[in-house]
């Protein structure tokens, strides 16, 4: 990061003085604002929580979901370790089934014309309605919930690692065969690299669509009552009335939405940082 | 030192190359072109003529329709090096392993490759900027990572396409007089694709200029001027009088078509 602040001993204009302002005001209220806002609604809910005597079981005070936290703290992070084993393995496996695929579709555009179409029935038929036939042709309960997160997160992968593979400047694929590269070369030292800010794209959007694949995959597949991720904490708590764990339990899934998508794009920073345009600050 | 290039035994001949697209265009009709061992040849001609077309053929890029592209000696494909319009270098890896890509498809190591980098990082005035990434350069060093590219396999024959088209004129002037020097000190031939007239006469000892629809070789001139051409040549009336010669036969080309330097490429 480039240092805001004007060095000692340069004068600057009235102009100049504004626009270093008003960027110090920026990098400040990118982080401030969000934060505030978000303490104004809690102290609103809270509010209103109060003002209307509203009773917990329909919606409970933001303390009280706190409280709810911490007391259940061994159930429900026992929960979320469950989800987000499911999520992690499935991302890992949308990574491996997305590049696999990716890369044996770039060797071979007959594979790509074949494959390609039954990607995007896979994509945009809802997972909720492929459940069904999952559960009754799939056993295991881990792999069930394996297949549902895959299903949703690997499509982006694909297509946009796909997509980078195949854009990658001409020139350069005439420099590989004038060296005599072979498919393997131009492939690793070629096509992947070019493909990483592509690829890591999409590996942003599947990280938060795994951890939704699992989730939903546990909802479904919780109505049997197997599971015990965070979902079905959610089903069983809603039985019971009790709002303050649902509210914990859902708090709980935004925040690992939330600290994945950071991890991630922090990952995507630190590999891009050195060479790609979208790593470079914007300079005005 | 032999100070008259292009004396050398012929390298290669294209005969009666003709190129035509799928798509029904006539890249090149005819074309017959010597080029000896040592020379400096410039391809002049309007956008559209068939120049960079040619190059891939000389490249083994792209293969003739019809005629043939013949070698007289015995070469390797690694005896041709290419220099893009655009730098082209891998974003993702610093100017050393840039250079290094070429020897390093045909399985030399770092180590092996080291000596022979370092010396061309020299060469093209870019020592220090080994550790450097490609977007922290400016245009002309770019360009001159992509030439170091180009000449680290010790090529024979460098084909250059419009490699200076993009650059300021100042930072042309000194690549121009660089490339110069680095191809008299190397001795290797170079195939030079530009629209400058003002370019070609200064590097070549010899200028084909084309003419396009369909793209064919319109005359051959020898640049009689001798090497070394540093900056005085510049500004001698004997350059004012080739580049007006030249220019007069670069009108004559493109009026045979008017309208062939509307093409955009
Ligand atoms: N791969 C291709 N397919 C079809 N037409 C092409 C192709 N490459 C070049 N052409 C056409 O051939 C003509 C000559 O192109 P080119 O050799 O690039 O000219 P120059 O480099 O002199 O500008 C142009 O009209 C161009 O549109
Ligand atoms: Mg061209």
Same mark, same amino acid.
């Given at each position: 990061m480039t240092a805001i602040e004007a060095r000692p001993g340069i004068v600057l204009d009235a102009e100049e003085r504004r626009r270093l302002r008003g960027a110090?005001?920026?990098?400040?209220?990118?982080?401030? *604002?969000?934060v505030a806002i978000m303490i104004l609604a809690i102290g609103l809910w809270d509010r209103i929580c109060v003002w209307n005597e509203i009773p917990?079981?329909? /919606?409970?005070?933001?303390?009280?979901? *706190?409280?709810?936290?911490?007391?259940?703290a061994v159930l429900l992070f026992g929960s979320l370790m469950v989800t987000l084993r499911i999520t992690f393995l499935g991302l890992a496996l949308a990574v491996a089934g997305g590049v696999g695929l990716a890369v044996l579709f770039t060797q071979s555009k007959w594979v790509e014309m074949s494959l390609f179409p039954f990607a995007i029935v896979l994509q945009v038929t809802p997972i909720v309605a492929i459940f069904p036939l999952i559960n009754i042709y799939v056993d295991n309960q881990t792999a069930k919930l394996l297949l549902c997160s895959w299903i949703v997160a690997f499509f982006p992968i694909l297509s946009n690692t796909t997509l980078g593979l195949n854009s990658v400047d001409r020139n350069l694929i005439d420099l590989f065969k004038l060296n005599g590269a072979t498919r393997w070369q131009q492939l690793?030292?070629?096509? /992947?690299?070019? +493909?990483?800010?592509?690829? /890591?794209?999409?590996?942003k959007i599947a990280g938060g669509l795994s951890l939704i694949g699992a989730?939903?995959?546990?909802?479904? +597949?919780?109505?049997?009552g197997q599971s015990s991720g965070l979902a079905s904490r959610i089903i069983e708590a809603g039985y019971r009335l009790n709002a303050p764990r649902l509210f914990a339990a859902l708090f709980l899934i935004s925040v690992t939405g939330i600290v994945i998508f950071l991890v991630l794009t922090l990952v995507s920073h630190l590999i891009l940082r050195r060479w790609h345009e979208s790593a470079l600050r914007q300079e005005r | 030192m032999v100070d008259d290039p292009g004396s050398g035994a012929p390298l290669l001949s294209l005969?009666?190359? !003709?190129?035509t697209f799928s798509n029904g265009v006539a890249a090149l009709d005819d074309v017959s072109l010597t080029i000896g061992e040592g020379d400096?040849?410039?391809?002049? !001609?309007?956008? !559209?003529? !068939?120049?960079? %077309?040619?190059?891939r053929l000389?490249?083994?890029l792209s293969s003739p329709t019809i005629g043939t592209v013949e070698w007289h000696k015995q070469l390797g494909s690694d005896c041709v090096g290419f220099v893009f319009q655009e730098? %082209?270098?891998?974003?993702?890896?610093?100017?050393?392993d840039n250079i290094w890509l070429p020897l390093r498809l045909k399985g030399m190591s770092r180590r092996q490759a080291e000596p022979a980098i370092r010396d061309l990082l020299d060469r093209v005035r870019l020592s220090g900027f080994d550790k450097a990434m490609p977007r922290e350069l400016s245009g002309g060093m770019k360009m001159r990572v992509s030439i170091a590219r180009g000449l680290v396999t010790r090529p024979r024959l460098l084909l250059m396409d419009e490699p200076f088209a993009a650059l300021d004129e100042i930072t042309r002037f000194r690549l121009n007089t660089d490339l110069l020097e680095l191809w008299r000190e190397e001795r290797f031939t170079v195939v030079f694709v530009t629209h400058s007239v003002f370019e070609s006469v200064f590097l070549s000892n010899r200028v084909v200029v084309m003419a396009a629809r369909p793209g064919r070789v319109f005359r051959e001139l020898d640049v009689a001027a001798p090497y070394p051409r540093g900056e005085p040549f510049r500004t001698s009336p004997e350059y004012a009088a080739l580049c007006r010669e030249t220019s007069d036969v670069l009108g004559e080309a493109i009026h045979l078509n008017p309208g062939a330097g509307d093409d955009g490429h």
């Open positions: 110090r005001a920026e990098r400040i209220g990118r982080w401030v *604002l969000p917990q079981y329909i /919606l409970p005070r933001p303390g009280v979901v *706190l409280q709810t936290l911490w007391k259940d690793w030292h070629l096509r /992947l690299p070019a +493909a990483m800010p592509y690829f /890591l794209g999409g590996l989730v939903v995959a546990e909802f479904v +597949a919780g109505a049997g | 005969r009666s190359v !003709g190129k400096f040849i410039s391809l002049l !001609g309007p956008s !559209g003529c !068939g120049k960079s %077309t040619a190059l000389i490249a083994g730098p %082209t270098l891998l974003p993702w890896a610093n100017v050393f």
